[in-house]
């Protein structure tokens, strides 16, 4: 059973940066994404990095692209936050699909991730 776990969230101003953890066990696949997603209130979901882990190919949304880097180390993967704005808050979650052969220009959506992880609270204020 593959299990997520997020750490990492916290409440900085904006100019700052975090760093986001995931661990991850249980996962027996050997191509597949691990993702960063995040829900503001009242927002929809959105994807914002996903690494495609066998392949070490990385995604990242027009919104964080420049600021924010995914990597992976083991059973680990991070998600560095840098130059945060206000509108950076969110709940993030980590996010793992099954094994997947993906060609995609862009990420796999959201549907196709069926592990999740309690999500991670950032707050940046201004």
């Known amino acids: 059973q593959v299990q997520l776990v997020e750490s990492g969230g916290d409440s900085v101003q904006a100019g700052g940066s975090l760093r986001l953890s995931c661990t991850a066990s249980g996962v027996t696949y050997n191509r597949y994404f691990l993702g960063w997603f995040r829900q503001a209130p009242g927002k929809e979901r959105e994807e914002v990095a996903s690494?495609?882990?066998?392949?070490?190919s990385v995604y990242y949304s027009a919104s964080v692209k420049g600021r924010f880097t995914i990597s992976q180390d083991k059973d680990t993967l991070y998600l560095q936050m840098n130059s945060l704005k206000p509108e950076d808050t969110a709940v993030y979650y980590c996010a793992a699909t099954k094994e997947i052969v993906w060609t995609g220009a862009a990420a796999p959506p959201d549907f196709l991730f069926p592990h999740w992880g309690q999500g991670t609270q950032v707050t940046v204020s201004s």
């Open positions: 690494f495609y882990v066998g392949v070490a």
